[in-house]
């Protein structure tokens, strides 16, 4: 059975097969979600991202948690928003991709931030709308597979969003 959980906390914490990590370009740290998962996962991450060769936006690169209680880490580079009309299809593709990549390597537990609703801008109701609907297509898509998401928010704003979404 399929699950969809919305839930405040630091995403560096959950308890899932797998955490999402909204990189950059580069996949080798940055501010925000990108550098706490890269300060929690310690300095493997770093070692083991230096060997992808960066990620293009809406793509997904999968490594090891390291010192996360999650066993692995998607990557996912989101869009810097513009307000143009690729920015949901870019982002839908960032949740679709991980959830794929995810579903590749047997897991069946993942945990998402608001990807690109920090420092690229992407208006968080917006984009929880974007990536709500996309999980759920997914799920729907993939109904016999047994995928646990984890909407990890990092504030009430975000909690907020999602929640008027699913309700």
């Not at 931030?113 to 690229?120: F, L, N, R």
Request: proline content about 3%.
């Amino acid at each position: 059975m399929n699950t969809i959980k919305i839930q405040k906390m630091d995403i560096t914490q959950a308890d899932t097969d797998c955490i999402v990590n909204a990189a950059n370009k580069s996949l080798l740290g940055g501010g925000g979600v990108d550098g706490a998962i890269h300060r929690a996962a310690g300095p493997e991450l770093l070692a083991e991202c230096r060997t992808l060769h960066g990620c293009e936006t809406g793509q997904a690169k999968i490594t090891k948690g390291y010192n996360l209680k999650a066993k692995y880490v998607i990557h996912t580079v989101g869009p810097i928003y513009s307000g143009r009309e690729d920015d949901p299809m870019l982002l839908r593709d960032c949740y679709i991709n991980s959830l794929n990549l995810a579903k590749a390597n047997g897991l069946h537990s993942i945990a998402f931030p608001a990807i690109s609703t920090g420092v690229y801008g992407y208006p968080v109701k917006e984009a929880a709308e974007v990536s709500y609907k996309a999980v759920t297509d997914w799920l729907t898509e993939n109904a016999d597979y047994g995928m646990d998401v984890l909407l990890a928010c990092f504030n009430d704003k975000t909690v907020e969003a999602y929640r008027s979404i699913s309700e």
